[in-house]
């Protein structure tokens, strides 16, 4: 059975920084693209970073710069190293899974309907 667990949300300051964890059960993780998405209060879940099987990765615009995603076969663990955080930061965050090897664009990298399995997720609150 398929398992995602997030872990390392918190409370942090504008400019802090925070890294995520996603630890991966059920399934062999390089044969997936992952993904980071978010839901603030009153909003629509939307993807904020994404990496393919091979390593490539994509990014939405208002974290580019600030969020890093990367992974750990050995540990089949995910990651979302999040720098200079902003207020506007403070959401949900869940990671998700899907197998196959690479998606068509960035768009669907980063869309909610590419991807089959989820996480609980993990509260990030960024005070100003």
């Known amino acids: 059975q398929v398992q995602l667990v997030e872990s390392g949300g918190g409370s942090v300051q504008g400019g802090g920084s925070l890294r995520l964890s996603c630890a991966v059960f059920?399934?062999?993780?390089?044969?997936?693209?992952m993904g980071w998405f978010r839901q603030a209060p009153g909003k629509v879940r939307e993807g904020v970073a994404a990496i393919e099987s091979d390593g490539s990765t994509s990014y939405a615009d208002s974290v580019k710069g600030r969020f890093t995603i990367s992974h750990d076969n050995a540990k089949n663990t995910l990651y979302l190293q999040m720098n200079n955080l902003k207020p506007e930061d403070t959401a949900m965050y869940y990671c998700?899974?899907?197998?196959?090897?690479?998606?068509?664009?960035?768009?669907?990298?980063?869309?909610?309907?590419?991807?089959?399995?989820w996480g609980q997720g993990t509260q990030v609150n960024v005070s100003s």
């Open positions: 059920g399934y062999i993780f390089r044969s997936y693209c």
């Open positions: 998700a899974g899907v197998y196959r090897d690479k998606f068509m664009s960035a768009m669907q990298a980063l869309g909610v309907i590419s991807y089959r399995h």
